[in-house]
């Protein structure tokens, strides 16, 4: 189902458009119309099943085209963790950049100034707030945070909420809301504890349960665990192995893709880069001379990741390992176009292994550790006793060149 068919808000269009979405994912197919038609939620999507656009680009259609109150909150989302609060503003920044939507994360471990800077929003009207709960409750326990014109309420990763012991938590911020709201809850798993939530705020939900897609079987899957200084070594390395005919590199920051591109420019690689400092302008034009073959290697965010529309990709690389799941089976499955194999590698540091570990469980397989070539020296000691994946990839590299078994070029 393609975006434009939901009917969004034109300044909204413009920021998917700009973002590159085009085709909804099954859970973006089946909970946006519920939303937009003003239903109660309980949907089970794991993370990565694209569920942060399923719940934000309908909550902000319906801002931008019904009336709301400017001087109070409109709507909350309440999340177990900072991280996961900063991937949803990130997510929320890429998607919004064309509307008058106000936003602001709201969580702890910051300083003082960031409190007062929550406090000025909160006492004046913000749009959208993305919260913690021990954060939130801090915040109404001192009386100033405007609530009156709240319409929507999401909870995401209920169960992992429920798990952290935020129960009553959730529940004493609830009882600040007003009543009459949309409630919209996602969790991945449906235990008794979600179930009895669930019966306490919702109001004749829409249940839906969605499943997260695998990643082509003739992909070719391999990841290094490596230090944070080897990775600009060894992406030149992989790139010098063999000729391919495109490549994209996905980073985590903006700074690692100009930094990146700056290494790799230098060692004259033809190579654009694609980052939110660039106009659209600028985008497209590196978008055409890529999809022209003019460049072939490509360094782009993770914010920006998903809205780069291009197939018959011959190697993905994750420079960073990607915050979420989808991300990841959406990337590589570039390189497996109409039969054809195709290769992926990520880089994982010693930070990110455990996120590493969750996406080789969402996808059922544990994916092939590559060793360093000796020149860049010793890398990291995987640690004993952690793998997981409920198989191993049966693509094998055993040692082989990068870039495929015996080197060969797997891409089209």
Do not use: W
């Not at 306490?200 to 990643?215: D, F, G, Q």
């Not at 665990?225 to 391919?244: N, R």
């Not at 880089?347 to 590493?356: G, N, P, V």
């Amino acid at each position: 189902m393609d975006f434009s068919e939901f009917g969004f808000d034109d300044d909204l269009m413009d920021g998917i458009d700009a973002m590159g979405y085009v085709s909804a994912t099954p859970v973006q197919q089946e909970v946006i119309p519920q939303i937009i038609a003003g239903r109660d939620i309980i949907a089970a999507a794991q993370t990565g099943t694209g569920k942060t656009a399923a719940f934000l680009l309908p909550v902000l259609h319906r801002l931008l085209s019904e009336p709301h109150d400017h001087a109070t909150v409109n709507a909350m989302i309440i999340v177990p963790t900072r991280e996961l609060a900063t991937q949803i503003a990130q997510t929320l920044e890429g998607i919004a950049y064309y509307t008058t939507i106000s936003f602001i994360s709201v969580y702890g471990g910051t300083g003082g100034a960031l409190f007062a800077t929550e406090r000025k929003a909160l006492e004046s009207g913000v749009d959208i707030v993305i919260c913690t709960p021990g954060r939130m409750i801090a915040h109404l326990n001192m009386g100033y945070v405007k609530l009156a014109g709240l319409k929507y309420l999401v909870l995401d990763e209920a169960d992992r909420m429920l798990d952290m012991g935020f129960y009553e938590d959730i529940i004493k911020i609830i009882s600040y809301l007003p009543a009459q709201r949309q409630n919209l809850m996602f969790s991945a798993t449906m235990p008794p504890a979600i179930r009895k939530l669930a019966n306490t705020i919702l109001v004749k939900p829409a249940e839906i349960n969605i499943a997260i897609s695998k990643p082509p079987e003739q992909i070719i899957q391999g990841a290094y665990y490596l230090h944070e200084a080897q990775k600009p070594q060894l992406v030149q390395y992989i790139l010098k192995q063999k000729e391919f005919g495109s490549v994209i590199i996905f980073c985590s920051s903006k700074l690692s893709v100009k930094k990146l591109y700056e290494d790799l420019r230098r060692a004259k690689f033809p190579v654009g880069p694609i980052h939110s400092d660039l106009d659209q302008g600028q985008r497209e034009q590196v978008l055409l001379d890529f999809k022209s073959r003019k460049l072939k290697v490509l360094v782009a965010t993770d914010i920006l990741s998903r809205g780069i529309d291009i197939e018959d990709i011959d190697l993905v690389i994750n420079y960073d390992v990607p915050h979420d799941g989808e991300d990841y089976v959406h990337r590589i499955g570039r390189t497996a176009r109409a039969a054809t194999s195709g290769t992926a590698y990520t880089f994982i540091t010693d930070k990110e292994l455990h996120r590493f570990r969750k996406i080789e469980k969402l996808i059922g397989r544990e994916v092939e550790k590559l060793p360093i070539p000796e020149q860049f020296g010793p890398a990291p000691a995987l640690p004993q006793g952690q793998t997981s994946g409920s198989k191993p990839n049966k693509r094998r590299f055993r040692g082989k060149k990068p870039g495929g078994p015996n080197g060969k070029k797997t891409g089209n």
